[in-house]
C-alpha cells in the first residue's frame, strides 16, 4: 500500500474542497473515531461467530469502514509528521519483543 | 506498507500465544475502537491548535496507538477476508468521485 | 431522574421484541458506544467555540443522543447488577475528593 | 438520581480547578467517549456470557467507566443547556412509540 500516493490524493481533495482549516489533528482523530464506531455497529447485535459469517453486503458496508478510518488516520499523520508506515512497524515490533520471543 | 507481511507477523504472535479464539471479527474491532479512543485521548484537552504543536512525547504516543489501530483493523480484515488495500482504494476513488470532479 | 422507572420501561420494551438475547452487557457497552460516537459526530468539525453556539437542531440531535446513550448504560446496568445512581455518586465523590479538596 | 445536585458539585470541582476554559461541548464529548472505551475495553476479550459474570472487580471498574460517563455528558448537557432528564424520557417515549405499540 503507497501511503505517500494515498496521502497526496487525500490533500488533493481536501484542497479541492478547501477543508484544510477543518483538519487539525484533533478533528481528525475524532472523524477517525466516528467512523471506527460505524464499523462497530455492524458488530454490535452479532454474536462472535455470526461476526465470522458476515454477507455480502455487511462485507462491503466494513470494508468501507475500514477505507474511511484508514484515510482520516493517514491525513492525520500528515498533519502530524508521523510516518505511518514506521508507526506501524515498530508497534509490531515491540508486540514481537513482548508477546513472541 | 506490506500488508501481507504485517498480517504474517501477526499471525505468528497470534499463534503463539493461542489468541485465536478470541480474535472474532467482533472482538477485533472492538480492539481497535478502543485503542482508537486512546489516540482521542491525547487531543480531548487540546484546542485544535495545540493539536498541531504536540511535543515529541506526545508524537510518540500518537504514533503507537496508530499502529495499535491499523494491526487490529489488519487482524479483523484477514478474519473476514477483506484486502485492507483495496478497500483503502475504493473508498479513495469514491471520494474522488463525489468530491474531486 | 427516576432510574427504576426508566428501566422497567427499557424492560417492558425489550421483552414485548423479543431482544433480551441481544442484550449482554458486551452488547449493550457496544451500542452505548456506538451512540456516543454519533453524539461525537456532531461536534467533529466544529470548532470549541462553535460547539458552545448549535442550532435547535442540533442540540435537538444532541439531545437524542444523550438520551440513546443513558438508554443504554441503563439497560448495561441492569444486567451487571451495577446501581448507576449509587456509581455515579460514587465517582462523583472520588472526584471531590481528588480534585477539591 | 437529582441531576441538578449533581451538576451543581461538579461544577464547583471545576470552579475550583479552573476548568472552565477546557470544558467546551466539544471536548466534553471527547472526554465521555474516552471513558467510553474505557468501559468498552472491559468487554473486548469476553464471551457474550462471561461479560455477565464479570468479576467484583471488574464490576467496580465497570461502575467507575459508568460513572464518569454520566458526568462528563451532565457537564456536556449544563454547556449545551440541554435538560438530560428531558432528553432521556423524550427518546424513551420515542421509542414505546415505535417498539412497544
Redesign the interface.
Known amino acids: ?1 503507497n ?1 505517500d500516493e ?1 496521502t497526496q ?2 490533500h ?2 481536501r484542497d ?2 478547501d477543508w484544510r482549516r ?1 483538519h ?4 481528525l ?6 467512523e ?14 455470526e ?2 459469517r ?1 454477507s455480502a453486503e455487511q ?1 462491503e458496508h ?3 469502514e ?6 482520516y ?1 493517514l491525513l ?2 500528515a ?4 510516518d ?9 515490533a ?3 519483543r513482548r ?2 520471543t
Request: hydrophobic residues 55%; glycine residues 6%.
Open positions: 500500500m501511503l494515498l490524493r487525500l488533493a481533495i479541492r474542497n477543518f487539525s489533528p484533533k478533528n482523530a475524532m472523524a477517525a473515531s466516528v471506527m464506531a460505524e464499523l462497530v455497529e455492524i458488530f454490535q447485535w452479532l454474536g462472535e461467530d461476526s465470522r458476515l462485507l466494513a470494508g468501507q475500514v477505507g474511511d478510518i484508514v484515510l488516520l492525520m499523520c498533519e502530524l509528521g508521523i505511518m508506515e514506521q508507526a506501524v512497524r515498530a508497534k509490531l515491540d508486540n514481537e508477546f513472541a
